[in-house]
């Protein structure tokens, strides 16, 4: 009986990435244009570079994130299972997270050792996106005043997120962004 992802397990992007992306030469050569480390399939992988985050992340700050690219080290169902992951990251980069900011903590372990940080400017769709989290970092940053230390507290979200509005669940995604692109200190 096939696995719980039945007969497109291979082509599953986690499963690709961590188990055939490293015996295929176009990812070999692709990753080591990105200085990215493939796992090495049939070993017990754990840590961010199995996830699928770490090779998205550096196709997106390097502006190599092409559909090939893509297909070179996710397989071929990378569309489909990881598009979600794909416009998440693309957001996270584009807002270009300060230091002091969860998401810039995050990013230097991901983006170590990679090659010169040049993402793809945003696409009409990502700029309405972009639009709408940077305009709730400042409903935020009202919401805080001049209280310091950056600590963004249950309450901050709260009433910000009730001065969204009675359809405030679709803007949980821009909020979680903004929350995490602002300078709290961490690592400081």
């Avoid at 599953?12 to 070999?28: C, I, L």
């Avoid at 017990?44 to 994130?65: E, M």
Wanted: glycine fraction near 12%; include cysteine.
């Amino acid at each position: 009986m096939p696995g719980r992802a039945g007969r497109n397990r291979n082509r599953d992007p986690f499963y690709y990435w961590n188990n055939a992306a490293h015996t295929k030469p176009e990812a070999q050569q692709l990753a080591a244009e990105l200085a990215l480390e493939i796992p090495a399939g049939g070993q017990l992988t754990t840590g961010f570079k199995s996830g699928l985050i770490y090779p998205i992340r550096r196709l997106i700050i390097t502006g190599k994130d092409t559909p090939a690219n893509y297909t070179a080290l996710l397989g071929p169902l990378w569309e489909s299972k990881a598009a979600d992951t794909i416009q998440r990251v693309r957001i996270e980069v584009l807002l270009c997270p300060p230091p002091g900011s969860p998401a810039h903590k995050v990013s230097e372990y991901l983006d170590a050792g990679a090659p010169r940080w040049a993402p793809r400017g945003p696409n009409a769709e990502e700029e309405a996106t972009l639009s709408k989290t940077r305009d709730l970092q400042q409903r935020l940053n009202m919401q805080m005043g001049e209280r310091s230390g950056g600590d963004v507290k249950t309450g901050d979200i709260k009433e910000t997120l009730m001065g969204m509005g009675g359809d405030w669940t679709k803007n949980l995604g821009s909020l979680q962004a903004a929350v995490n692109n602002k300078d709290q200190g961490v690592g400081r």
